[in-house]
């Protein structure tokens, strides 16, 4: 009995440590994706690796940012996998994330990862702005199809116009870059000017906007081409608009814990099956062998503005702290 007893807390014993032995490793990775995609990538890279386990953390672009900078001197997260490129740019400035080469970085599209010597940051897809104008209410109502930056400000536009909010939405404020890149300093702030007068709201979403075009809600949303696309291939009434200077930015990956789960996950965030992902969505990738065409998706390529991440990043707090100054009360309330 005695030795039965033995036999068995050995057999528990061992079950406990091979248990333990099989037990995924969690990592905490910060992302700013859209929800639905989170269970897809995490499904696809365990699956792959499944002595590791992701953990989420999510929130928009501008709070993820500056959570990300508030625990600088004490970080939560080990990896930074769906956020600006912009923002990666701002943190790798303040040492938030680390250099990291990753595997395969020489089949990634060089305009989309970080092009100094220290490379810390690394594109997945590239996102675009664009103008979603409502073909039903702009006939109601009289207003012409856009067809530049400069016909918004016309005051036939007045209170018909909603865009996102740059202090809290990437969306937001990768189009006032583009913008500034596109008019200058002084001149992109006098467009602002100009463009306010229309607005009828800023919200909290970079996606809201087009929906509120597609629901008739306003005439015209300064918003993301992907969801311009999407509504309108689900039937929204929507002309999609590409003016010149257009505002872009890439989703990238970056590395704020080194060790050798954190770096797996930046290795898959790369890899050729991350970006066969990634195309699903979004039609520029950060592959070389990747590509897709989406159907009602804007030729955006000729429109890009020329967009410097770092500077992007660098100035960020200024160019929201005067953009709020001036143009906040017309935000919605957060919800």
């Known amino acids: 009995m005695k030795t039965q007893m033995m036999k068995a807390s050995v057999t528990a014993l061992f079950t406990l440590m ?5 037990a995924a490793q969690e ?19 365990e699956k792959e690796n499944p002595d590791i386990s992701i953990k989420w953390v999510r929130d928009s672009t501008g709070i993820m940012t ?94 018909h116009i ?31 000017d100009k463009l306010n007068n229309n607005i009828a709201h800023y919200t909290h979403s970079g996606s809201k906007p087009c929906v509120q075009a597609a629901m008739g809600e306003v005439a015209i949303g300064i918003s993301m081409a992907t969801r311009a696309a999407k509504l309108k291939n689900q039937g929204a009434p929507l002309d999609i608009v590409v003016p010149q200077g257009i505002g872009w930015d890439v989703d990238a990956v ?3 814990k080194p060790n050798e789960a954190s770096q797996r996950i930046v290795d898959w965030a790369v890899s050729q099956a991350a970006n066969e992902l990634y195309v699903q969505s979004y039609p520029v990738v950060g592959h070389k062998a990747v590509s897709a065409k989406v159907s009602n998706y804007p030729d955006v390529e000729k429109a890009m503005a020329k967009m ?14 005067e953009w709020s100054e001036k143009y906040d009360s017309k935000s919605e309330p957060q919800s």
């Open 18 to 22: 091979s248990t333990q032995a099989l």
């Open 308 to 321: 410097d991440f770092t500077k992007m990043g660098n100035e960020r707090a200024s160019v929201l702290a």
């Open 66 to 159: 500056a959570k990300l900078l508030a625990e600088k001197s004490n970080p939560r997260a080990e990896v930074v996998w769906g956020l600006a490129g912009s923002s990666l740019a701002l943190l790798k400035e303040e040492g938030v994330i680390k250099p990291y080469t990753p595997k395969g970085i020489d089949d990634l599209r060089s305009q989309l990862i970080d092009s100094e010597s220290d490379q810390a940051w690394y594109g997945n897809q590239a996102f675009f702005n664009a103008i979603c104008y409502n073909e039903i209410v702009g006939k109601q109502l009289n207003l012409p199809k856009p067809t530049s930056w400069e016909d918004l400000t016309d005051p036939v536009y007045q209170g």
């Open 162 to 192: 909603a865009m996102p909010n740059p202090a809290s939405s990437g969306t937001g404020y990768m189009q006032v870059s583009g913008w500034i890149s596109t008019y200058g300093e002084v001149g992109a702030w006098n467009y602002m």
């Open 27 to 45: 990592v905490t990775v910060y992302t700013a994706f859209e929800t639905d995609l989170l269970a897809k990538y995490k499904t696809a890279f």
């Open 254 to 256: 970056g590395l704020v």
